[in-house]
T-cell receptor, first 111, second 115 residues
């Protein structure tokens, strides 16, 4: 079966660092995406990993370990506007182009 | 740079009615996807087009659902004889026909409420 797990909710303080974990079990793997989604809005693309290691993009970094079926999204210097749901999504193997999403992690940034 | 556009943003209808949603992808994107999202869940894949060809459909897509992309540009998703369980946000996404690392760009969705 296909399974992607993320924590349901997290709370962090403005200016701090937060790490959102994602574990996956899918039939095949062609990359892992992180999206941010504010309430009532479209998911917006944050990062992509297909090889093991860390990808850094400004205040956001994403890490992948394919052997462990594990990824995390690291958010630094948290701002109030970072309060949103963070979605982990895997593109499966073979010819499929669909993304398999986790349930999302709702992050609340407090002053 | 215009993003993915969906219409309408909200649709309220009675159970048993038919509804149709429209999606206009980013102009140079030839891949188009439909997803469904319910509260507190991530998007679930429904179907995928490459140009006008519907190449993949989820088992979630019952025979009451039909999607088209007649000229390889905009797409429509129709739900016939709507049921309470169809209430959800319907998201459209598009991407370039290229390598796996091309992200899917999402529209703001159509929120469907069945009375």
């Amino acid at each position: 079966g296909q399974n992607i797990d993320q924590p349901t909710e997290m709370t962090a303080t403005e200016g701090a660092i937060v790490q959102i974990n994602c574990t996956y079990q899918t039939s095949g793997f062609n990359g892992l995406f992180w999206y941010q989604q504010h309430a009532g809005e479209a998911p917006t693309f944050l990062s992509y990993n297909v090889l093991d290691g860390l990808e850094e993009k400004g205040r956001f970094s994403s890490f992948l370990s394919r052997s462990k079926g594990y990824s995390y999204l690291l958010l630094k210097e948290l701002q109030m506007k970072d309060s949103a749901s963070y979605l982990c999504a895997v593109k499966g193997g073979g010819a499929t182009n669909k993304l398999i999403f986790g349930t999302g992690t709702l992050l609340a940034v407090q002053p | 740079d215009t993003g993915v556009s969906q219409d309408p943003r909200h649709k309220i209808t009675k159970r048993g009615q038919n509804v149709t949603f429209r999606c206009d992808p980013i102009s140079e994107h030839n891949r188009l996807y439909w997803y469904r999202q319910t509260l507190g869940q991530g998007p679930e894949f429904l179907t995928y087009f490459q140009n006008e060809a519907q190449l993949e459909k989820s088992r979630l897509l019952s025979d009451r659902f039909s999607a088209e992309r007649p000229k390889g540009s905009f797409s429509t998703l129709e739900i016939q004889r709507t049921e309470q369980g169809d209430s959800a946000m319907y998201l459209c996404a598009s991407s370039l026909d290229s390598y796996s690392n091309q992200p899917q760009h999402f529209g703001d969705g159509t929120r469907l409420s069945i009375l």
